[in-house]
């Protein structure tokens, strides 16, 4: 059964366990920070950080408040990056995580153009800038663990219950019962129905566009707005080809024949040369 | 009576090999030291100057050969022959420089050749890749016709004789397809490109402009080499070109329109912001101006005034692949990209191997038309033309 993860805004208190977490399970090495004009460290996701908990100060019943939210990829249930990869190196395995295939399978078909990047409508995958060779990288689920029946890294180090990991279905339906039970929450689950779902949702007591996250997008998966455009490909070859085909000899028979061989010829050049 | 092979080095073309020499290194530390060595790409624009400029223009403006080829060969509109070979060689060499561009700019560009053996029929890329890989072949193929007439070799040319007419049938449907999936590649970044360029319909706009830009290419590369050789510009041709420009111009703004009010996003291009009024000078004066200067006889049908409104048309879609690229991208990618100056160079050396590239072939291969013939096939169908310079050979 797909797994997920339900991520309680309410609840974390922004200690950054997961981040560290994350790094310590994936062997990512630590990057040098740099100073930026918010709480966040480090500044942005990249390629050697997967995670983030992203420090939002928000005004709330005429008081100044903090929120903390943990960001990492969100594992769509249709992923904008799976079909925009004409090599498909990122794939949706059915226990849940969007996975890599390069690194994650040894199956390295990924040329590194970098239109996943462009498709992830949360601008998740990161490149390895620095390498010769670079990979994408993103957060994957913690892949192995899922598969020892273990949770995700950042899940079993969080300290505050922010992070529930289960089965998918499980986790809406808690998700639900805690909106209906506490009338602080925002009455709406990120994730369920965002680009066609996802395996991570995220409860708010806040409005969701006040930390970070893009609302009123598109609930259509992405893969199926490409896929309304491609489908037309067959019948635009054959259809044109046919026309083509069908203008070339008609116009053929009315026009004059001309001797292209000796119509053309090549030039000399004109500047004059270095001497 | 052959002529020996020729090229003369002349100061701008030391210039132009200095150039490409420089881009050479900087491929090199590229390969050697990955993308972050050389360019100013990152996290938030993972596509940069390469694959906007070279890539995405390059192709767009190698539209020339299509369009031409569509109206000479397929409708068979002789009087067009004498500017033909030209777009067919300006084109190819456009798309050998997209392929280099694509090159560079793939990270893990060992893996080249795989797509071609794995199948992601899913992604707009996919079709993007094998369309250009297959008409690149189509092109170098057609231009073998050309090639075989100076280095002579009958059975081959027998064999590539038989089959042109279906290589140039199929040469004009595969860029019909990749130049709208090029476009189509926007399509999945709905919520991200900003709605006055994202739509559905994104690749009729990119297939409609590179069609209707292919004429206006014609003029400019005619002009430039008519003055570099010390020929006659074909103005008669250039002028009734005008008539196909302006007509997809007129449809393009309409459906631009249309596309907009069904949308609902109209009123976005009149708010003010960044992106509203690149869009309004894009549309302006890159569409509205040259769709009035094609239709005023008095501008049309001078020699200034096909080639200015051409250069705005070639500029216009330039900018609006730039738009869709850069602009309208902004806001969600967030970060700052430009340029860097090893970017830059590698640029102008692509283009600069293109310039090389086709003085080579215009030098030694029958592209351009023989004076004479130029009055001819002009005479035959009823249109005049300037005086003939004799050519200083
Ligand atoms: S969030 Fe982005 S990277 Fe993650 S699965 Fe969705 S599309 Fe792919
Ligand atoms: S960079 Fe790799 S994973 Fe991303 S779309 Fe290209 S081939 Fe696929
Ligand atoms: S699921 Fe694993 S890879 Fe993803 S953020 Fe958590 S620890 Fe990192």
Redesign the pocket.
């Given at each position: 059964m797909p797994k997920g993860v339900l991520v309680d805004v309410t609840r974390c208190f922004g200690c950054r366990s997961c981040q560290v977490a994350c790094k310590q399970w994936n062997d990512i090495p630590a990057t040098p920070t740099t100073f930026n004009n918010s709480w966040d460290n480090p500044p942005e996701l990249n390629a050697y950080n997967w995670t983030r908990v992203e420090y939002h100060l928000i005004e709330k019943d005429n008081q100044i408040k903090w929120r903390f939210v943990k960001r990492q990829c969100m594992h769509c249930e249709e992923p904008a990056?799976e079909s925009?990869?004409?090599?498909?190196?990122?794939v949706k395995t059915k226990e849940g995580p969007v996975i890599?295939k390069?690194t994650e399978l040894k199956q390295d078909?990924?040329?590194?153009?970098?239109?996943?990047?462009i498709?992830c409508p949360f601008n998740i995958?990161k490149?390895e800038w620095d390498k010769a060779l670079p990979f994408?990288r993103k957060c994957r689920f913690c892949n192995d663990r899922l598969h020892e029946g273990l949770e995700p890294a950042c899940v079993a180090a969080c300290p505050s219950g922010a992070l529930k990991f289960g089965e998918k279905e499980e986790l809406l339906a808690e998700a639900r019962q805690r909106i209906d039970a506490n009338p602080a929450y925002i009455k709406h689950i990120y994730g369920e129905k965002e680009y066609g779902g996802t395996s991570w949702l995220y409860l708010s007591d806040v409005p969701f566009e006040e930390i970070g996250f893009k609302t009123g997008v598109s609930e259509k998966p992405i893969p199926l707005y490409s896929w309304e455009v491609l489908r037309w490909t067959p019948y635009i070859f054959v259809g044109w080809g046919a026309i083509l085909t069908a203008l070339y000899f008609y116009t053929k028979r009315r026009a004059e024949v001309h001797a292209e061989e000796d119509m053309y010829t090549a030039v000399e050049t004109m500047e004059e040369e270095k001497k | 009576m052959q002529r020996a092979w020729s090229f003369k080095l002349t100061p701008t073309r030391y210039i132009l090999i200095a150039l490409v020499a420089l881009m050479i290194i900087v491929a090199i530390v590229r390969f050697i030291f990955g993308l972050g060595m050389v360019t100013n790409l990152n996290d938030h624009w993972p596509w940069g100057l390469w694959i906007g400029f070279d890539l995405l223009c390059g192709i767009a403006l190698a539209g020339g050969g299509f369009s031409t080829a569509l109206i000479v060969h397929v409708l068979h509109r002789g009087k067009y022959l004498p500017i033909a070979r030209a777009a067919l060689l300006t084109s190819m060499l456009g798309y050998v420089i997209a392929l280099v561009a694509l090159l560079f700019d793939?990270?893990?560009w060992i893996n080249f050749w795989r797509p071609f053996f794995y199948w992601g029929y899913h992604?707009v890329?996919f079709e993007v890749f094998w369309c250009i890989a297959l008409y690149t072949t189509v092109q170098i193929l057609e231009f073998g016709d050309i090639f075989l007439e100076r280095v002579k070799s009958f059975p081959l040319k027998k064999v590539l004789g038989y089959a042109m007419t279906p290589l140039l049938i199929v040469g004009i449907i595969l860029p019909t397809l990749h130049q709208s999936s090029l476009g189509q590649l926007y399509v999945v970044a709905v919520d991200k490109l900003h709605p006055l360029w994202w739509s559905m319909i994104i690749g009729f706009f990119f297939v409609w402009s590179a069609f209707f830009l292919g004429p206006a290419m014609v003029t400019l590369e005619g002009t430039l080499a008519a003055r570099a050789y010390k020929r006659t510009p074909e103005l008669p041709i250039f002028q009734s070109l005008t008539k196909v420009t302006l007509w997809m111009m007129i449809v393009y703004l309409i459906v631009k329109i249309i596309d907009l009010v069904y949308r609902g996003v109209f009123s976005l291009a009149f708010n003010g912001s960044f992106e509203s009024n690149m869009f309004l000078i894009e549309m302006i004066v890159f569409v509205i101006i040259p769709i009035i200067m094609y239709a005023i006889p008095a501008i049309r049908t001078k020699l200034w005034g096909v080639v200015t409104a051409s250069v705005l048309v070639i500029v216009g879609v330039i900018f609006n692949r730039m738009n869709v690229v850069f602009t309208g991208m902004a806001t969600q990618m967030g970060g700052h990209y430009f340029p860097s100056p090893w970017e830059w160079l590698v640029t102008l050396g692509m283009w600069s191997v293109l310039i090389l590239a086709y003085l080579f072939i215009v030098e030694n291969f029958p592209i351009l038309i023989k004076e004479e013939h130029a009055k001819e096939v002009a005479v035959t169908h009823g249109a005049s033309v300037g005086k003939s310079v004799p050519s200083g050979a």
């Open positions: 990056c925009a990869c004409f090599t498909h190196s990122f890599y390069p078909f990924c040329v590194g153009c970098r239109y996943c990047m498709a995958p490149f994408l | 793939i990270g893990r992604s890329l």
